[in-house]
């Protein structure tokens, strides 16, 4: 049986790779490929080194191939992260489309209108 090891600390990648790691993702992302971009979204923050928006990412590919739970967990870790206005209207669109594919429209439109809200400030 093939066991997995913990990285030590001189196995993980530093931050420039991690941010490589994550723009590779964000790649197989726009070109239809979450299931690609969710491993490499998942390396990114598994280093430690990637920001809110490779979380952001990782949530969508889990959308995106049907794990709702998932996202949900990705996105848990921005809760209290300082984001940009962009990133919060994105964490809160996320979260609107969780709980859309969780049952809860209620909740869903609530976060869908703080979306929009965050995104017409923005302007």
Do not use: H, W
């Not at 049907?66 to 870790?77: I, M, N, R, V």
């Not at 996320?94 to 869908?112: G, H, N």
Request: with cysteine; aromatic share 6%; glycine share 4%.
């Amino acid at each position: 049986m093939n066991q997995m090891t913990p990285l030590s600390q001189s196995d993980k990648p530093d931050r420039r790779s991690a941010e490589v790691i994550a723009g590779l993702a964000t790649l197989y992302f726009r070109y239809n490929d979450p299931a690609r971009a969710l491993v490499l979204g998942i390396a990114a923050m598994k280093s430690g080194a990637a920001g809110p928006r490779t979380a952001l990412l990782v949530a969508s590919c889990f959308l995106k191939t049907g794990d709702a739970e998932q996202a949900a967990a990705a996105l848990e870790p921005l809760e209290d992260v300082d984001l940009t206005q962009q990133e919060a209207a994105a964490y809160k669109y996320l979260k609107a489309k969780v709980a859309f594919r969780l049952s809860d429209p209620d909740t869903a439109r609530a976060l869908l209108a703080e979306a929009a809200q965050i995104a017409d400030t923005a302007q």
